[in-house]
């Protein structure tokens, strides 16, 4: 059964000459602009090509010069069907056929069947077909300066939208935590009592709080270190700090987290102290994202392995889990600000993505890096962790600078 492969952008076109030509035994391919018509051609291998000269995308003359230009499909026939278009320019650049709009619906089947057998127009003249194809060349390449142009402006564009978004994500940040702070203040005088006697259900309220501000101070530290992922640059308060000390209070900040879901924590932690110098506040903020993004993909009841040792030039970290573990394919882009394998509003685990982001730059403003293993293959503490495992690495000193 021949295929024909018919590019066109109305959708009546289509169907009429979809019924015409399964009626005579073709098998039909559509698509409705020129760039879906190369694809469709590259990968369908069709008989025969039906194209209409004004189409959008590429029109119908750049669709038919470039499959031309594609070895498989240089022997196809390529007829262009259009109400407005030059014959000539057509059969110029390529087209072993032309037939005009609206066309004869007895005659249109047996019309196809004879280019498929082998049927070619030819142009009134050599020097015609010479001058038709040098203007149709002139026009394409105005095609592609406008085109490039066009391109020009959306990245001039979004670059500017790109500037807005850090700048509004800066200040927005600013501006949440300016109220915040008083409210963290008060709430810890409440809690502590300084402010008089509390009774049992005051506390347990007021506690409630404490977590919920405490949750929200955490997203307004992500969305300022936002900002530093958008403009390339993180700035770093370095200073000496224990890394497993460090370790330790990451892990103790999700410990309630784990502790609700119902899973198991194991811990193999090199014998202390591990001192080091760098930023331990941003430092810690890693390792948590780390700790909670293993506590989000693990199931009730599951395990979450955490690590500690020393390397050549620093430390690791290794945060391992009995999750499902992440699909290979989507091993590097987790790591991408934003991006989350699940993103759509009814997703099951919250979160905007940005975390993996966030601690990757950490470790490497630490002389460091951060990378993923799934499916893992770690055992900690006898606890086997075939899930994802992620390795945080720093520096025993980190540099005092980092670009990008």
Avoid: W
């Amino acid at each position: 059964m021949p295929r024909i492969l018919h590019i066109e952008d109305d959708a009546a076109n289509r169907l009429l000459v979809r019924k015409l030509l399964t009626a005579a035994g073709h098998e039909v391919v559509d698509a409705s602009d020129g760039l879906e018509g190369v694809k469709l051609a590259c990968s369908t291998n069709p008989d025969l090509v039906l194209v209409d000269l004004n189409i959008p995308g590429l029109n119908g003359f750049e669709v038919t010069l470039r499959l031309r230009g594609e070895p498989p499909l240089r022997g196809v026939p390529i007829v262009a069907i259009t109400a407005e278009g030059d014959r000539d320019t057509s059969l110029a650049v390529g087209c072993t056929g032309f037939i005009q709009k609206p066309i004869e619906a007895r005659s249109f089947a047996s019309l196809i069947s004879r280019y498929l057998r082998g049927a070619r127009e030819m142009p009134s003249s050599a020097d015609l077909e010479e001058r038709m194809l040098r203007e149709q060349s002139q026009r394409i390449v105005g095609h592609l300066e406008e085109k490039i142009a066009e391109l020009m402006a959306a990245n001039a564009r979004l670059r500017e939208l790109g500037a807005a978004r850090t700048e509004f994500y800066r200040n927005i940040s600013h501006e949440l935590a300016t109220p915040l702070t008083p409210v963290v203040g008060y709430i810890k005088l409440l809690i502590d009592e300084e402010l008089g006697p509390l009774t049992k259900g005051q506390n347990k309220a007021l506690v409630a709080m404490d977590g919920c501000v405490k949750r929200l101070r955490s997203i307004l530290d992500n969305l300022l270190d936002v900002t530093g992922l958008e403009t390339g640059r993180m700035r770093f308060a370095h200073r000496d700090y224990d890394f497993l000390d460090t370790t330790r209070r990451a892990v103790a900040a999700v410990a309630d987290r784990i502790d609700e879901r119902k899973q198991m924590l194991v811990e193999d932690f090199a014998r202390g102290p591990l001192p080091a110098y760098g930023d331990p506040d941003r430092l810690q903020r890693a390792m948590i994202h780390l700790l909670e993004n293993a506590a989000k993909f693990t199931p009730a009841g599951g395990t979450i392995g955490v690590r500690v040792s020393k390397t050549s030039a620093g430390y690791e970290l290794c945060v391992a889990d009995s999750g499902p573990g992440i699909p290979s394919n989507k091993l590097e882009r987790i790591f991408e600000p934003f991006y989350q394998i699940d993103g759509s509003v009814t997703r099951e685990h919250g979160g905007v993505g940005v975390g993996l982001a966030i601690a990757r730059k950490t470790s490497r403003g630490l002389g460091g890096e951060i990378r993923v293993t799934s499916p893992a293959a770690e055992v900690i503490e006898r606890a086997t962790l075939r899930g994802s495992a992620f390795y945080l690495t720093v520096a025993r000193r980190a540099p005092e600078e980092i670009e990008g």
